[in-house]
């Protein structure tokens, strides 16, 4: 081969290998949705290059109808339009079909003019688009029912024929109660607790369901079981149930499509059956399931079956235009936990461990003589003397009643609850208990896992197994308080506190997008926002908590800053602009609530939670300061925070008249702020650690304060032996107020604190979740308050975002990550850290080790984005780069930096010591 031709073909080998290539595409952050509501997606896609330094210059997507791409099927091509992002670009084409699939296609132009291949194909399927698309009518399963408790579950069919061959088929459903649906005998989805809970009174989920495989040429049967839910079940405290409606529905639309073009629709109206003499007797959230076997019936779901004890069910009116596709991720099973240990406790119970707390419900295949009934109950802990402990599950009944039907091995899982549990009680069966009877499903909405963090420390390593597993447990469709006693509430001072931490670990975008969904729908009319979203406690209650007229809110400080707190942290990970504009009223509308509220700038009335579980010593210790803070001190504060987070939203919104107005308001609150609540020594009227957090992460002391008001902090912490006084408004700041502030030593030593109150005394006390106390097993072992005990509470956890962003030192440089801040604060304590984090843009790694008076990190910077590389030396002349000193670095206060492209990096320096 001649040496012209053999360098012509290396060369095209090695621009091959060079080219970008593009993954992971998603439409509004999901994977080739089924039954998508936007009619106008946005699109992301993912780079992958070998080469260091890439940028995308353009992009062009194509839309079809099929995945040929050709000119019969094309509905848009975008053109190759100039542009570096990549993350959520709008679908600008012709209007969207109900029901029609779409595929889709991406190419790219990285920064040098090469253009990528084609992606591989992905796709979003329109759902059901307006009313006027359902056909179907709701129904009503039910006779007579007690309103006043939980009713058996209904059970509804319709046989109907099929006469041709099948090409494909979409179930639409929606209902008000929870539903399962089954076809031909068969579960048509693994998604659990479907419709999910909103806020049913503004608008209710429909789910879609692809069938095709589930259908035959022949007579077939559509069926439906249907429970009590968070529509009709018991919510909140004193009974409260029925706070959506009294009365089951369901409304099923089943589209088919035949291989000759043709259509047919079979929908829910009045010739469909139901009965509730089926074996599920009573299912409700909070008190569990009781079944019996004995009732079951058999082939209920299929053609076969004769139903002529079934009654016809009623045509109901709901309405059909408050129906909403979902926007986040669906519930499922996740993981099976076997049973790890069997016992009897010194009472004598029979228990079972599954050596984590989770949030799920239990399965298990066991034999017995007909009649022969089995009770499990459920719980977090065991007491001092390891006997079964559940009173902190208060008026929650959290137990499985089982009625064996005999004659053979039988396997049972509940349908329409789930509980909060690490140890189940087992009453009622005779002999031994084999370990791998019972298993344990862990449920919760199905986010993908986006994070790692993992260090040098055994405890800290388990406490982010606890965060992760604190969010497993509670970010079941809306995120919830707690998932086991009478409550599981989406409490809002709760999510705000969590949300950057809830970010890091999974995909949180759809779960949040939908949950602010609720909070504009259930926002009173004053702007006030209720504690729980959705509000079960609040709406249409003039007497509670001092609202004074049907529809208004009163909100508190803390939980109602959710309402901009939130959209500005998912802006700020996700680079969701759209989201922010979406918001933004319900942000203003929520500073309003403030303002009226307010005299002379300052928020000064009303009810508040306040430092909500601040540190409060034992009675008896009378020579210790607990952690309070005033109360209007802390919503003034917030206040403040609102207005800020308005500003810089209609920044970034392009509303620039906005934006002077809430600085110049701002700066009066800021003004009011320190003439009522700080001393010119920079001394607040609390002298807490909780005052000094927010004023200093609010920027609300004067300049010539900060100083002081920083070592006040660092002064009332050592006074402590290095122990916090925060509760749920001050934690989620303080280790950041202190690294900000050059105190990153006292940040580790809290962190590392290993006695109460501190983050791994629970750890140490053998928790596997965030609790909800500092101290809800006490160090003499007793328990906290029975009436608010929760061991699995993520509040606390907010502590992740820390160890994330200081200990491991990823950081957002531009919104979404397009630019990325590696800064990472080392500490003597640790040998090493990492983080792995899954950002819009592709794979972030952050690590470092101390070997002996050296620094090695390791950086991993996705295509498409920059970053910043601050390495923790005062000696530049040591930094190295793969072996190499790098050029350009700029030596500054917190080390020295590099500005770097994509690309791996392997750094070294001199390790300078905290």
């Known amino acids: 081969m001649r040496p012209v031709l053999l360098f012509c073909l290396l060369l095209g080998t090695l621009s091959t290998f060079a080219q970008t290539t593009l993954y992971d595409l998603t439409c509004d952050h999901l994977k080739n949705p089924l039954g998508h509501g936007s009619p106008q997606p946005r699109l992301s896609w993912k780079l992958r290059s070998s080469q260091r330094n890439t940028l995308q210059s353009a992009y062009q997507i194509r839309v079809a109808s099929s995945a040929i791409f050709d000119a019969k099927s094309l509905v848009w091509d975008s053109g190759k339009r100039m542009s570096e992002e990549s993350i959520l670009q709008n679908y600008a084409g012709p209007a969207l079909q109900a029901g029609r699939r779409y595929h889709w296609q991406v190419r790219i132009w990285d920064q040098n003019g090469q253009e990528s291949p084609w992606s591989e194909t992905a796709w979003w399927e329109m759902g059901l688009l307006s009313a006027q698309d359902w056909q179907a009518q709701w129904i009503d399963p039910e006779k007579e029912i007690d309103v006043k408790k939980s009713n058996p579950a209904s059970y509804l069919r319709k046989a109907f024929a099929l006469n041709k061959k099948v090409q494909s088929a979409r179930l639409y459903v929606a209902s008000r109660g929870l539903h399962e649906m089954y076809l031909n005998g068969q579960r048509v989805s693994d998604v659990c607790f479907a419709p999910g809970w909103t806020a049913y009174q503004d608008h209710l989920q429909y789910f879609t369901y692809d069938v095709t495989s589930l259908l035959k040429t022949g007579p077939n049967a559509l069926g439906a079981v249907m429970g009590d839910g968070w529509y009709r079940g018991f919510l909140a405290w004193e009974n409260n149930r029925n706070v959506y409606g009294e009365r ?43 079944y019996d076997a004995r ?21 109901a009116e709901y309405p059909k235009n408050n129906l909403v596709a979902p926007q986040g991720p669906p519930v499922r099973r996740i993981e099976e936990v076997k049973a790890k240990k069997v016992f009897s406790t010194p009472q004598g119970d029979l228990v079972v461990d599954f050596g984590q707390n989770l949030t799920g419900r239990v399965r298990f295949t066991l034999q017995a003589n007909a009649g022969d009934t089995l009770r499990i109950e459920h719980a977090e802990v065991l007491d001092k003397k390891g006997n079964f402990y559940n009173a902190n599950m208060r008026a929650a009944k959290t137990e499985i009643v089982y009625t064996f039907k005999g004659g053979g091995p039988e396997t049972y899982e509940p349908f329409f ?25 862990v449920m919760h909405s199905d986010m993908p896992k986006t994070g790692e963090f993992t260090c040098s420390d055994p405890l800290l390593n388990q ?80 007497a509670t908590f001092g609202a004074s007229k049907l529809g208004e809110i009163n909100g508190s400080a803390g939980w109602g800053d959710v309402a901009h707190i939130m959209p500005w942290n998912l802006y700020l990970i996700y680079g969701d602009k759209q989201l922010l504009a979406r918001q933004y009223a319900s942000m203003q509308k929520w500073a309003t609530f403030i303002e009226s509220n307010s005299k002379n700038n300052l928020w000064q009335s009303g009810f508040h939670f306040a430092d909500w579980l601040f540190y409060q010593p034992r009675t008896e210790q009378f020579t210790e300061k607990n952690g309070y803070t005033d109360t209007y001190y802390i919503s003034s504060a917030f206040y403040a925070l609102s207005i800020d987070h308005l ?27 320190n003439h009522e609540y700080v001393a010119p020594s920079g001394r607040t009227v609390s002298d807490s650690q909780t005052s000094y957090v927010l004023g200093l992460m609010f920027d609300l002391f004067k300049d010539e304060n900060r100083e002081a008001a920083v070592q006040q902090l660092v002064s009332d912490i050592k006074g402590r032996r290095n122990h916090l006084s925060t509760g749920f408004l001050g934690t989620p700041y303080l280790c950041h107020v202190l690294s900000d502030n050059g105190q990153t030593k006292v940040a580790y030593d809290l962190l590392m604190q290993q006695t109460y109150p501190s983050w791994l005394y629970p ?11 500092w101290d809800g097993i006490r160090t003499d072992t007793s328990f906290q308050e029975v009436s608010m005990n929760s061991f699995n509470h993520y509040a606390y956890g907010a502590i992740g975002d820390w160890m994330y962003r200081v200990v491991a030192g990823l950081e957002i440089g531009k919104p979404g990550y397009k630019h990325i801040l590696i800064q990472p604060q080392p500490s003597d304590t640790l040998s090493r850290a990492k983080v792995v984090f899954q950002s819009s843009y592709g794979e972030i790694i952050s690590s470092w080790e101390r070997v002996g008076e050296k620094l090695m990190m390791n950086v991993k910077i996705p295509a498409n984005t920059t970053a910043t590389v601050t390495l923790p030396t005062d000696d530049p002349f040591s930094v190295r780069e793969g072996g190499v000193a790098p050029m350009n670095m700029l030596k500054t206060k917190t080390g020295v930096q590099l500005e770097v492209g994509s690309g791996e990096y392997q750094f070294e320096c001199k390790y300078r010591r905290m």
């Open 248 to 290: 089951l529905a369901l409304l099923a639309q089943l589209q088919v499509t035949f291989s000759d073009g043709s259509k047919q629709m079979i929908v829910s109206d009045g010739t469909w059956k139901a009965t509730t003499n089926g074996p599920i007797l009573k299912s409700d959230i909070y008190n569990g399931e009781h």
């Open 295 to 315: 009732k079951e019936l058999p082939n209920w779901a299929n053609a076969s079956y004769n139903d002529a004890a079934w009654w016809p069910v009623k045509v």
């Open 417 to 441: 609850t789930f509980m909060g549990y690490r140890y189940i009680r087992v009453k009622g069966w005779k002999g031994d208990l084999p370990l791998g009877a019972i298993t344990s499903w």
């Open 463 to 542: 406490l982010q197994q606890n965060i992760q597993w604190g969010q497993r447990g509670n970010f079941l469709d809306v995120p919830t308080d707690c998932p086991q006693r009478d409550e599981r509430l989406g409490w809002t001072g709760d999510a705000q506190a969590f949300s950057r931490t809830a970010a890091f670990n999974y995909q949180v975008a759809g779960f949040f997008h939908k949950w602010l969904d609720d909070l504009i729908a259930d926002q009173g009319i004053n702007g006030g926002v209720p504690f729980v979203i959705p509000d079960v406690l609040q709406k249409n209650r003039t």
């Open 647 to 673: 500003r810089k939203a209609a920044r970034v919104l392009g509303k620039s008249d906005d934006e002077a107005r809430y600085a110049a308001q701002f700066e009066r609150i800021k003004a009011a702020f």
């Open 763 to 773: 750890v140490k006390m053998g928790a596997t979740t965030i609790w909800e106390r």
